[in-house]
């Protein structure tokens, strides 16, 4: 039997695992690693929605793919507290698992729709699944330029790409560097070019320059929000979310949904419902995080760094000294235990990001307890003193 040789797409190593000797090197140190290089939640949810999780009766059977009545219910009406929002729970909105295979996802659903289109457009410095769900899709993905703030210039986008558009990806705030887009401004250019805005929403609790916004305040028509509970409620290992947004959009991606199989467990589904429905453990968390991020600054000075607080999520967006993001993580991992995420991981077009190469920068994420953070600051701080 002959083997089969393979010609086409071979994935690239999980950016994370790249810093692997890095953990090594900060594991040998007195207390371990202060791992901060991706954004898993260290601190537990409200006891309320564990409770519901434990007991709700849903293994049994299969659980809805769109989310349960209560689950839908429950999110709509967290989108009109927070955002005055009005969202149909029964024909604009529905259940994804997580966020991230939704954003994976959506390119594969959107050309099935549209095979005449072949573009996923998303910001050059920014999250890497949007690029890679076109990829997976066998999309091209084409990243838009970003101004000085880390917004989305859409300005830059070339009439030819627009033209081919499935989609535009923006997040707000965003990941890596907290920008803040004009979502009003995003929504009329979808609209005005025929293009399917998609806004990842999932720091939007975490909003510190002003008030957080959705791109649904802006009409629904031609655009899909997507939020999760991974950052909101501490939720990533529970995989629960939801997109939001044009009616006739989301019935197809609920109809392509079924048929694929994605369907939040059913545990989780009620787990969901009771996060939705409390607002106060988030305002605790956002306290968390914005003192994190406190520390987190204090300790990029104290490595050379002058990085200034983001717009909102709870990620440091700090340069290197000398310019080197590989050569600034591995000295924080040495000096200090801590691990961080060289720029690279979130520029998947290094000439589209332009002025904003990340390459001289690292995300530095709030995810340790403070005490966690506060060892690795008095390290580096002996450190210096040597």
Known sequence: MGRLVTKGFVPPVYPYERLDPFRAVAAALPGGAVDCSSGTPC?????????????????????????????????????????????????????????????????????????????VLYPAVSYPSYAMGATLAGCRPVAVAMDERFRIDLSSVDPGDAERALCLWVNTPGNPAGGLDDLRAVAAWGRDNGVLVASDECY???????????????????????????????????RAGFYAGDAELVHYLRECRKHAGCMVPGPVQAAAAAAWSDQDHVAAQAARYRRRLDLLAEIAAAAGSGAELPGGAFYLWAPAPGGDAWAFAEMLARRAGLIVSPGEFYCVDPDAAGPLDPHGFVRIAAVQPDDRLELALKRLRAANHH
């Open 43 to 119: 601190d537990p949810p409200p006891d309320a929605v564990v409770e519901a999780l434990a007991s709700s009766g849903a293994e049994r059977g299969y659980p809805p793919s769109i989310g349960s009545d209560a689950y839908r219910r429950a999110a709509a009406a967290w989108l009109q507290r927070r955002f005055r929002v009005e969202i149909d729970p029964d024909t604009q909105i529905a259940a994804c698992i997580g966020t991230k295979e939704f954003v994976v996802s959506l390119a594969h659903y959107l050309r099935l729709r549209h095979p005449d289109r072949d573009t």
């Open 204 to 238: 939007a609790e975490f909003t510190w320059d002003g008030s957080p916004g959705s791109v649904l305040e802006h009409g629904t028509a031609g655009v899909l929000a997507v939020h999760s509970l991974s950052k909101r409620s501490n939720m990533a290992g529970v």
